[in-house]
């Protein structure tokens, strides 16, 4: 059974850090793509971060600067390493897989709460 949960959520102050992190299990995590998204309240779902089984990364370009992800394939788990936070990155943060079969899995979201 595939199973990707986040934790690391949370409520922080405008400039503050938080690191999430999604622990996988039932598929290939290490041929894997791996990916972070969010969603605001009232927005779209948007792609903030992925990085490839080769360990390639890419960002969107509000977090570039501010944002790290990275994976652990001993531990199955996806980190977001997120710094100097805004309000505007208030969202459910998601992971999502895509394995090399293009099969995808979702987590179920972590809320991220940047306010004073």
């Known amino acids: 059974q595939v199973q990707l949960v986040e934790s690391g959520g949370g409520l922080v102050q405008p400039g503050g850090s938080l690191r999430l992190s999604c622990a996988a299990s039932?598929?290939?995590?290490?041929?894997?793509?791996m990916s972070w998204y969010r969603q605001a309240p009232g927005k779209e779902r948007e792609l903030v971060a992925t990085i490839a089984m080769s360990g390639f990364t890419n960002y969107a370009d509000s977090v570039k600067g501010r944002f790290t992800i990275a994976r652990d394939n001993i531990k199955n788990t996806v980190y977001l390493q997120m710094n100097s936070l805004k309000p505007e990155d208030t969202a459910v943060y998601y992971c999502?897989?895509?394995?090399?079969?293009?099969?995808?899995?979702w987590g179920q979201g972590t809320q991220v709460t940047v306010s004073s």
């Open positions: 039932g598929f290939a995590f290490s041929s894997s793509a």
């Open positions: 999502k897989a895509r394995s090399i079969f293009s099969a995808e899995y």
